[in-house]
């Protein structure tokens, strides 16, 4: 298993330029989410989706969008990228094997500057 | 108010010796787990240690360990014979309630562990 992969690793953006983080799991796991890491700061949740077909907003969801069209990917589209991303992003899944931790395995992560 | 507090920035600890890291939370919810990742340098997020809320027993791993003190909202980590590879940050987690959708994770700020040798 290649668990959570990520691409692209690194991003050079300009303002106002679109672009698609791709996020992807070879677990079966159906909860998969998107985080963004600012300096100094711990993971803030952007999008999460509890299966295929079904997304909703975490914390901080303004200027992102996801769709969540199979199992196994979770794209995270900036739409209209602002020096204000400049972050690292990482996604995650779980899956809940009988207990109820809810273990969330994170991606190598995409480390995004606006300039 | 902050879900989840960490209020240690920095840490040193000497190789060899035992060392804790305070997270303390706040939920109303009755159904909650508390989790730490550690962080390095090379920035992938690794699970550590997972304390559900209802666990009669404060969960260990290894030589990880979590002083789960309920009444106190507090679930510190405790790192025995600290090694210099658990130079890191530390992040303190909370996933509050147990339906499918509530895996959300709300950290904290964390704690950049240095271990000297």
């Known amino acids: 298993n290649a668990g959570v992969t990520q691409t692209p690793k690194f991003q050079v953006l300009k303002t106002g330029q679109s672009m698609t983080l791709q996020c992807a799991q070879d677990?079966?796991?159906?909860?998969m989410s998107w985080y963004r890491q600012d300096p100094g700061m711990g993971l803030r949740l952007i999008h999460y989706s509890v299966g295929a077909g079904i997304t909703d907003q975490g914390e901080v969801p303004n200027g992102y969008n996801v769709s969540r069209s199979t199992t196994e990917d979770f794209p995270l589209r900036l739409l209209s990228a602002a020096p204000s991303q400049t972050s690292v992003y990482f996604c995650a899944s779980s899956y809940s094997p009988g207990g109820n931790s809810y273990e969330q395995y994170f991606g190598p992560g995409t480390r995004l500057t606006v300039t | 108010a902050q879900k989840i507090t960490q209020t240690q920035p920095g840490m040193f600890v000497q190789e060899k010796e035992a060392v804790t890291l305070d997270c303390t939370y706040d939920t109303s919810d009755p159904s909650y787990g508390l989790f730490w990742y550690k962080q390095p340098s090379s920035g992938e997020m690794i699970f550590l240690i997972y304390q559900g809320s209802y666990d009669q027993q404060n969960a260990t791993e290894g030589r990880y360990s979590l002083n789960f003190q309920k009444a106190r909202k507090s679930a510190n980590l405790v790192i025995s014979a600290s090694q210099l590879g658990d130079s890191a940050m530390y992040f303190c987690?909370?996933?509050?309630?147990?339906?499918?959708?509530?895996?959300?994770?709300?950290f904290g700020s964390g704690t950049q562990l240095t271990v000297l040798p």
């Open positions: 677990m079966n796991h159906e909860y």
């Open positions: 987690a909370m996933r509050e309630g147990v339906s499918g959708s509530a895996r959300q994770l709300t």
